[in-house]
């Protein structure tokens, strides 16, 4: 069914999805992706949304919890689906689900690109400090 859906088990066809998602970007990332994300998401808790299209999925989002952080470490949308607000409508959710667990900041795992940096900094997030890291407060 189209729209965000939390998923907790990775079946074949949504690992290759997500692994062509990523690959447009970042393709070393989509390589490690192919290799960690059934572990990461069924047995060590990793905390996944997709947005469905009609047909397959149009991007994802994945994370992880510990104690009041959480980082980030996946959050990509299909090349031809960019700019629709998918990526905010990801986010967002995550976020909810942040706050639902008592989680006060979230960081992202990586340096985002600079298309992503602006993406981020119009969703409330700041540089850490000098570095390229960056993290929002969701106490604020
Ligand atoms: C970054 C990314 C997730 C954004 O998703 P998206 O669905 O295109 O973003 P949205 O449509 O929700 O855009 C939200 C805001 O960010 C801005 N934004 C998004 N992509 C942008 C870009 N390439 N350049 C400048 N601003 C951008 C939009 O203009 C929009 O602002 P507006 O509401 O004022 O119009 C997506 O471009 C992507 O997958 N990029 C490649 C992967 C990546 O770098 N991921 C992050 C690393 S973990």
New binding site residues.
Partial sequence: MAGIKQVYDISVSLLSDCFY??D???PNEAEKLFHTLREEVERRGHIMFVFNGEHFPL?FIKGVINGATSE????????P???????????KEYEKYCIGKSVKNIN???A?????R???T??GYFSMGNSFLMTKNLTR
């Fill in positions: 998602i990523v447009q970007t970042r991007g980030i470490n996946y959050l990509y949308v299909d090349r689906y960019k700019k629709s607000g998918i990526g905010t409508a990801l986010l992202l795992f990586r985002p690109t600079a298309e992503a602006n993406f981020y119009k969703n």
